[in-house]
């Protein structure tokens, strides 16, 4: 089992910044992936950063440029540097993890096993 705990959300006018922290609680391999999704309501839930244990990283053009994704595997955080913050990035952000080693598929919510508890992220116009 793997316990994921978020932190960070907010509230922060258009055009600021957040970031978003993620505790681990245990890896299961050495060979796994983790995630940030996000989800508005009447939404899907949407990969916003993915990174694996090689450090591939996986970004949609919705946020490339202006959300980093890193990990201090020694302090098992995971981390979401988000810049240039607009109203539509207001959802719920999800910290995911897969026991799997994922490439291509880094930002499909199906491969992630095991989930955080949300943090809000809202912007403002």
């Known amino acids: 089992q793997v316990q994921l705990v978020e932190s960070g959300g907010g509230s922060v006018q258009a055009g600021g910044s957040l970031r978003l922290s993620c505790a681990a609680s245990?890896?299961?391999?050495?060979?796994?992936?983790m995630a940030w999704f996000r989800q508005a309501p009447g939404h899907e839930r949407e990969g916003v950063a993915a990174i694996n244990t090689d450090r591939i990283i996986r970004y949609p053009d919705s946020v490339k440029y202006r959300f980093t994704i890193y990990k201090d595997d020694a302090k098992k955080i995971l981390y979401l540097q988000m810049n240039r913050l607009e109203p539509e990035d207001t959802a719920m952000y999800y910290c995911a993890y897969s026991s799997a080693y994922l490439d291509n598929n880094l930002l499909s919510p199906e491969r992630y096993n095991y989930w955080g508890q949300g943090t809000q992220v809202t912007v403002s116009s």
């Open positions: 245990r890896f299961t391999s050495s060979m796994y992936s």
